[in-house]
């Protein structure tokens, strides 16, 4: 059983610090960023745009000097190209992408080398390294999937026949090796409806996790498949309990075994796959979800609160094999003002789940947290990572909400009061209290057309947190140092 505890010590401190006038990358926000690799004097990296549809977009690869705190070199690719993803052949970065190849009626997945120092990338022309013929078929879905140890890829097509009432598909799997040889390659005919969004994780060993969104009855629903390295296809069995579980979050664990963090019926439920596709851990704990923390009410009422959904986000394994689970209360909202048409993201509460090594639950905590931004893409929510010896905290904050001593109306952040925002870094303790740092204040005279905000994290090291933040309308690299 879970432990409810809500206890905050607030000051503002010096021990850590955050730097000014970093470098600009070309990256928006809300782009999905990967480090490729790090050595004594440079961070390499990818990122990857996203589009107003939610799809990948303009794809960069940036060279971080940290003793200079500088650019090296940032290559940008036109989504046209279609890179998702890429990894490190020695002075080299590798991109891989796919694409609808009409002339030929194949799903092709290629790939593209260049020395990463070069100023200039020369003539872009990616070598076809995996087809699938689709002459039979009238949509298809593809993704390239990275392990996390950045050696092996995996490429997976979905064809749909061209019978509207068809209830089959099939599902193509290849997973190889950076260095082009094969590990498994499956093949499946499936019946049952296609899926309209998929979503996969690959284990450094070679399995495959795949996450699949079906409309029914106009609902969404999700399937976990696991595709093992021994070529089984095997979908997730749904025992009696799991069926009330809804919102599920899943990322790979340390230990490659995939988990799947959610709302249940009583509470929230816990589902963990192995690389043999067998449940390996289910729970289901009887915790509320609070609508407040305890003593604590907002200055804005969120308008119709019950339509705010719990919506776990970060799954976190850490160095000591517990795993710690970040959720929030979420909406998403387009407004219509004329002709134009403006998204906002409301994020209220923050629930946090902590878990010891055998993923039994050790507490668990509700803390006051609540931002209103705009836009699709940027989602302004804390990210947990360990640095220093603790489980930290980072986010922007209400800047009211952090000084002056505890408090129990607590100051929702709203993306155009600008004046109003702070960074802030807090540890977590073992028992999930938290004891928070302002360490950066804009100050009462910031203009309301400038500002900055954290975008999202980089990479951490020994002596620093790499963080892209924004300033104005652009993304800057910024360190924060002990």
Known sequence: MFILVFLTSFFVGNAQHITTKGPEIGMDDGARITVLGEDDNNIYFYAVD????????????????????????????????????????????????????????????????????????????????YSVPVESTRYNLFRVLR????????????????????????????????DGHEVAHTRERI???????????????????????????????????????????????????MEGMHNMHAELLADQRLMMFGAAKDGVGMI??????????????????????????????????????????????LQDGRVLVLAHRHRYILSSYGNSVTAYNDHKNLYLYLF????????????????????????????????????????????SNYTGGPKREWKVLFAPKLNERCLVLGTLDDDLHFSPKIIRNPG???????????????????????VINHRNSDNFIEEIRK
């Open 356 to 399: 010891d090594k055998e993923l039994e639950p050790l507490t668990f905590e509700t803390r006051p947290f609540g931002t209103q931004s705009i836009g699709n893409n940027h989602e302004d929510l804390p990210v947990a990572f360990e640095w220093d010896g603790g489980i930290r905290l980072l986010f922007n904050g209400q800047v």
């Open 147 to 178: 392990s996390s140890d950045g050696q092996k890829l995996a490429y997976l097509t979905y064809l749909r026949p061209t019978n509207n009432n068809a209830e089959e598909y099939t599902l193509d799997v290849m997973v190889c090796g950076v």
């Open 191 to 241: 019946k049952g409806k296609f899926p309209h969004v998929v979503k996969g994780y690959l284990a450094n060993d070679g399995t495959v996790y795949v996450e699949e969104h079906y409309y029914i009855d106009q609902k969404e629903t999700l399937q976990f498949v696991t595709v093992t390295s021994d070529q089984q296809y095997k979908p997730m069995q749904i025992e009696e309990d």
């Open 50 to 129: 996203k589009s107003n549809y939610g799809e990948d977009d303009e794809f960069f690869v940036t060279v971080y000097d940290k003793k200079n705190r500088s650019v090296v070199v940032e290559h940008e690719f036109d989504e046209d190209y279609g890179f998702s993803t890429a990894f490190m052949a020695d002075d080299k970065v590798v991109l891989v992408g796919s694409s609808f190849n009409k002339k030929n009626k194949s799903v092709d997945f290629f790939q593209y080398a260049f020395p990463v120092m070069n100023k200039k990338k020369g003539k872009i022309a990616p070598n076809v390294t």
């Open 272 to 317: 963990v796959l192995d690389n043999t596709g067998e449940v390996a851990k289910f729970g289901i704990y009887e915790v509320e979800i609070p609508d407040l923390p305890e003593g604590v009410t907002y200055d804005f009422d969120f308008y119709n609160e019950n339509s705010l959904a719990f919506k776990p986000y970060q799954i976190l394994s």
């Open 444 to 466: 009462p005279n910031v203009p309301f057309t400038m500002g900055e905000y954290f975008e999202q994290l980089l990479q951490v090291t020994d002596d620093a947190v790499y």
